[in-house]
């Protein structure tokens, strides 16, 4: 009878993991076969995936009807993010075009020792995080060219990834204007002020850590040599096809105060992308009177056919041409099909019980203070990897605990902290989920190439560990 017991449980269990295991499977032969994340069919994985966990929820008495509204209700939530990926696209080839980002790639030649580049780019990014709140911005904006420029000076480019991640993580993780800095608390039952000042306590040894780690590397890296000669051949290159005059530089500051003054994700890449075009329009005439000779096209066609299908800017010099390439919205089709299909299995690991049978198994081991904060941190990590989504891993985990730490005596602040330190930053380790997909299609990696480098997202959730392990800064409730 125990037997029997027991193997219905091992059947249960291995049943509610079902999904999961043949996800990461697919995906494991998916980089086995195309040696790339970003190159197999993770969309068909995902949805065979949800197809397997469909059959086990029916069977086990859930009704098709409420598996597919969990399936809308899942793609509906990442309306938002798939608006923004949609506008970025645009935003991105509209800023070469206009010269913006040529102008950013110019200029930080000249100024950028290559020898401090990686901790330089670390920081610069981490100051453009925190004063716009948004890790994607960061990456689509000064990101593209910092990653540019690496390429030039011979530096890893999976090295310069993981520092510009590093370096936009912190932001989007500190900044008052972050929408994880705000969600976290608010699901906590924490408040914002004393979320962010109880974060620092972890967040600032770990931006620490992996500046010194930037630091370090920098200093023995050996670049590739790039002669005088070559990097004349290239600024000239840039410079002889756009204009690059300082006050390119006007627009990116105006963004950034429109995001400091609350103006909607949305709106304030909107307007970012459509006066780019008038910049384009404005200043670097001379380059589209030469694309409308070469395309057959007139201005209108050539602006649009930037927002829509990338920038189509021949230059004789094939390194300049590269790293001016980009797709426009079209080129973000890809990674929207990934959302969704991503976000459709989040909806049948959600509205099939699957989630909820592993909540449970999760609680069931945590007691101790200890015990709590780490199965907060691994719940995090866990939903990053099902879910796909970076905001669920810090919604259901913080709904999940947020009655079990003030009965354990911890004040909300420690909840917030943690789904923070493990769910906001490790999004973007996991190749399926979107911050991954994103970041991977902006800055032209396999995330496999920067995931090693990504030192502060790697080292957060480790740092929120030990401090629960040595009971540091765990905050108790006032009696």
Known sequence: ?????????????????????????????????????????????????????????YNRGESIKKILHGMIDSVHSSSN?????????????????????????????????????????CIICAIVSI???SSWTTAATIGIALISISELLGIPKGLVAGAIISGAYFGDKMSPLSETTNLAPSVSGSNLIEH???MTHTTIPTIFITLILFFLIGLNSKQQSVSFDEMNMFLEAIKSKFYIGIELFILPLIV????????????????????????????QKE???????????????????TILTGTNIQIEHEAVNNLLSKHGVFGMLWIILLVITAMVFGG??????????????ILSKASSHIQIIQSTAGACLFFNITACDQYLAI????????????????????????????????SVLVPWNSCAAYHAEILSINPVAYLPYCFFNIISPFMTLAFAYFNIRIKKNEK
Not at 287 to 305: G, H, M, P, R, V
């Open 196 to 198: 962010i000042k109880y």
């Open 131 to 133: 004063s716009t709140g």
């Open 1 to 57: 009878m125990k037997k029997t017991i027991l193997s219905e449980g091992i059947t249960k269990n291995f049943l509610t993991f079902l999904p999961i295991i043949s996800l990461i499977s697919m995906l494991l032969i998916n980089l086995i076969t195309f040696e790339n994340t970003m190159s197999g069919p993770n969309q068909i994985a995902l949805l065979i995936s949800a197809g397997i966990g469909c059959i086990i929820a």
């Open 287 to 305: 380059l589209i009177q030469e694309i409308n000779l070469y395309t057959d096209s007139n201005t209108f066609i050539t602006l649009a056919k």
């Open 256 to 283: 950034i105060a429109l995001i400091y003054n609350r103006v909607s994700a949305q709106k304030t890449l909107l307007i970012g992308m459509m006066s780019g075009l008038v910049i384009a329009y404005l200043l």
């Open 348 to 361: 049948v690991m959600h509205k099939g019980g699957f989630l909820k049978e592993i909540t449970s198994l």
């Open 81 to 121: 993010a798939i608006i923004i990926l949609l506008i970025i696209g645009g935003l991105t080839s509209s800023w070469i075009l206009s010269g913006i980002v040529p102008a950013m790639i110019y200029y930080g030649i000249e100024l950028i020792n290559p020898k401090y580049f990686l901790l330089t780019t």
């Open 395 to 426: 919604v259901i985990p913080g709904r999940m605990f947020k009655e079990i730490y003030p009965e354990h005596n911890l004040h909300p602040t420690n909840l917030s902290r943690t789904i923070e330190d493990a769910g906001t930053v490790t």
